[in-house]
């Protein structure tokens, strides 16, 4: 049988092509699939996945919020930031929407006629009009949503402010190691997660003109998270810690899995409760991150970034796959770091998250709402 370096030099010219535009590193997929095959390695990439030394909860004063302070000052620091042409606002549109049908999620709609992305662009209109210049609004596509996506902005006619950049496109292995193939015989690409937006952005030539131009913040959120939008008291919070990272935390409620703040390695840094020491009690902390993040302009375009890739397994076509994914929370591990808690209830939602259907339909009558109050429609 064919090593997996000896399939990957055989791949067809056009899904090289593909694959080369997009980020790929076959030394790198060789490098990630090595050992597989052997009769322990699921359990000693799970291993292999938790951190090492002492974690522990953070306190509650490391967690900060806006109650007892100067919002108004505060969003008069975001006001001026953003009418000096510091801010970029960046969506994270990429995957393919699985729980709803394998759909590009921004084209659905959210509510009477608004898709997720006519809701972003509406936002953008009303964030740039009060700031008297254009915002800059990005969106990480993926292979698979990217021609829907510019369609759409073409369609929708969007100002030239509006960019599209591709995140990473990977291949899956077997569980042994080789090139996964599909039903059709094709090897089966996947992208490789949020964490592929900080090299995704590097590549797409966006962040040299905006830094040049005086840019100094981006904001980074999910496409289908619309409790996430530009808040210019926030941002005049983040401008003030003088980090290079704010994350935005909300309360757990029952059922709620996800990346947690803890003190790992000698920082207080975002874990998914998979890397977590066996033993650690996740529940013990009561916040979640959101992933929605402001990050320094500079540190994401130059900070170097020792990212992890995680080992995880699909079913595809009815069988096991194996593909590697990083998580953008990682940023936090890198750069130094605040955590922000946001309501994830009532008016001031900051949390909103649409991962299906029932999901869509269940938070329609909070979203319309929400979209209306912040200018995403008229």
């Known amino acids: 049988m064919l090593s997996l370096t000896e399939e990957l030099s055989r791949l067809d ?7 080369e535009r997009a980020g790929f590193d076959a030394a790198r997929l060789v490098r990630l699939a090595g050992g597989l095959g052997a009769p322990d390695a ?32 505060l969003a008069k620091v975001g006001h001026d930031a953003i009418a000096r042409g510091e801010l970029a606002f960046c969506v994270m549109a990429g995957g393919m929407a699985t729980r709803m049908g394998g759909v590009v999620k921004a084209l659905v709609e959210a509510f009477a006629g608004n898709t997720f992305l006519s809701l972003r662009l509406g936002e953008n209109r009303t964030v740039s009009a009060r700031a008297g210049r254009p915002v ?70 966006l962040l040299a003109p905006f830094l040049a131009s005086g840019g100094k913040y981006v904001w980074i959120a999910n496409l289908d998270n619309l409790g996430a939008a530009i808040d210019e008291a926030i941002l005049g919070r983040f401008v003030g810690t003088g980090k290079d990272v704010m994350v935005e935390v909300c309360d757990k409620v029952a059922g709620d899995r996800g990346g947690i ?9 975002v874990l998914e409760e998979f890397r977590l020491p066996t ?6 902390v009561r916040v979640f991150n959101t992933n929605t993040f402001l990050v320094r302009a500079k540190a994401l375009a130059e900070a170097p970034i020792d990212w992890s890739f995680f080992y995880v397994e699909k079913k595809v076509d009815g069988r096991v796959a194996v593909q590697f994914e990083r998580l953008l929370q990682e940023l936090t591990a890198a750069l130094p770091s605040a955590y922000l808690r946001v309501p994830r209830e009532g008016d001031a939602s900051r949390f909103l998250p649409v991962k299906d259907m029932d999901e869509l339909a269940a938070r329609r009558p909070v979203i ?6 912040r200018g995403m429609v008229g």
Not at 155 to 170: E, I, K, R
Request: proline share 5%; charged share 25%.
């Open 13 to 19: 010219p056009d899904l090289r092509a593909r694959l």
């Open 42 to 73: 699921a359990a000693k990439r799970a291993a292999e996945n938790r951190v090492q030394g002492e974690v522990r909860a953070p306190d509650a004063s490391e967690l900060l919020t806006l109650e007892g302070q100067d919002q108004a000052a």
């Open 136 to 205: 800059p609004l990005w969106l990480m596509t993926s292979e698979a949503t990217h021609s829907g996506i510019e369609a759409a902005l073409r369609a929708a006619n969007a100002p030239a402010h509006v960019a599209c950049f591709m995140q990473d496109l990977s291949l899956r292995v077997t569980p042994e190691g080789h090139l996964f193939r599909d039903a059709s015989g094709a090897p089966s690409t996947y992208a490789t997660g949020h964490g592929d937006l900080v090299d995704a952005l590097r590549r797409s030539g």
């Open 261 to 269: 703040p803890v003190h790992a390695a000698g920082k207080l840094q």
């Open 279 to 284: 033993g650690f009690d996740a529940s013990s």
């Open 368 to 373: 319309e709402k929400l979209a209306r109050t």
